[in-house]
């Protein structure tokens, strides 16, 4: 074998080990609830008034929960009016859906039922395409994305992917305490 057939059969293996690991963990975390809060949010773009050292200092203020949701321009709440309808007495399921998406119709079997095991609680489907603005608002980046909403409509807990059953009623469990 040549140099060259065997620098490419090892890009190949490298291509091929970095593919499973990628879809290993992207199956692991798909559908898995996570807490809400400001020390896990992306931190913003430095503007280009701002030096290297501002841009450090003003991240190290914005661990703070409402200060990070703030300056991330993302609402620590959602209201009735964001969602078109009104927020469950005890908790809101909120998923972010599209037409052509798959998991979305078994995502929305789940909350469903979910929602119609808890008094209190509603479900609330939003098309990602016709609610653009609010998509952005939120940093929905795929479908179905679920928001578990608080009576007083604060996201509790979040999923990129189509969660569970048993991960919806935990995170609901945490949100309705």
């Known amino acids: 074998m040549g140099t060259e057939t065997l620098a490419g059969v090892a890009a190949l293996v490298a291509v091929l080990v970095a593919g499973t690991v990628f879809g290993l963990l992207r199956r692991r975390l798909d559908g898995r609830f996570r807490a809400v809060g400001g020390a896990r949010r992306r931190r913003p773009l430095p503007t280009a008034q701002q030096s290297p050292g501002e841009e450090a200092a003003g991240m190290d203020a914005q661990h703070d929960g409402a200060a990070a949701a703030a300056a991330h321009g993302r609402p620590q709440e959602i209201t009735g009016q964001d969602l078109g309808t009104g927020l469950g007495e005890r908790a809101t399921l909120v998923q972010f859906s599209t037409a052509f998406c798959q998991p979305c119709r078994a995502t929305r079997r789940i909350l ?66």
Not at 125 to 153: Q, Y
Not at 156 to 176: E, F, S
Request: zero cysteines.
């Open 112 to 177: 469903a039922e979910v929602s119609g095991m808890v008094d209190g609680v509603n479900h609330v489907e939003i098309d990602a395409e016709s609610h653009l603005e609010l998509v952005r608002r939120l940093d929905v980046m795929r479908t179905p994305t679920v928001l578990v909403l608080d009576s007083a409509g604060r996201i509790t807990r979040r999923a990129a992917g189509q969660p569970r059953k048993a991960d919806v009623i935990a995170a609901l469990g945490a949100a309705v305490a």
